[in-house]
């Protein structure tokens, strides 16, 4: 099996050969795979994520008015904080490039107030195992979540995996949408 900075690099060269048409219709079929789900319909605070060129996009989810969504902003320490999408047009990007809350605008909320968290990553197995781009944000954030919480992870087909290289610390998701 390939180690995770090789399946890294393959994975994101594989990305970066996507059309923006098969990204575009890939992401609409994973939104609509959600809003079928009972799962999806049965929470109210979802949190989502704003995408990279190289994931699906999630954002015509926010025209679902009776969800109260939440995205992520990275924090010292490799920690997650949790902001309402109030004032995306103030949102600025990262040092990873990653279009992200202005706490000035929109302050962090209660993340113990999330019930399902939808979860990027650079390649999924079946089973929910997940490498992500290896900061940690994601792992350290689900490892403090409530069992009631529900995560799902969000890829496209492509990167769907029969094997990832697993540590410990890796935490995997319950389930598992793409298209």
Request: with cysteine; hydrophobic share 40%; proline share 8%.
């Amino acid at each position: 099996m390939t180690g995770k900075p090789a399946l890294r690099q393959e994975m994101l060269v594989s990305l970066c050969t996507m059309t923006t048409v098969e990204k575009s219709t890939a992401s609409r079929q994973i939104c609509n795979q959600l809003i079928s789900w009972p799962c999806f319909q049965m929470s109210i605070t979802v949190a989502l994520f704003c995408p990279t060129p190289t994931e699906p996009d999630l954002l015509p989810l926010l025209a679902i008015s009776e969800k109260r969504f939440l995205f992520p902003k990275c924090q010292p320490g490799r920690h997650l904080t949790w902001h309402r999408p109030e004032h995306m047009d103030k949102w600025g990007r990262n040092r990873f490039g990653i279009t992200e809350p202005d706490s000035a605008f929109d302050p962090a909320v209660d993340s113990r107030e999330i019930e399902l968290i939808l979860v990027p990553g650079l390649a999924f197995t079946a089973c929910g195992e997940r490498l992500g781009h290896g900061a940690g944000y994601y792992d350290r954030f689900l490892y403090h979540l409530a069992p009631s919480v529900i995560t799902a992870g969000i890829c496209f087909s492509r990167q769907i995996k029969t094997q990832i290289p697993s540590e410990a610390h890796d935490i995997k998701v319950q389930h598992l949408f793409h298209a």
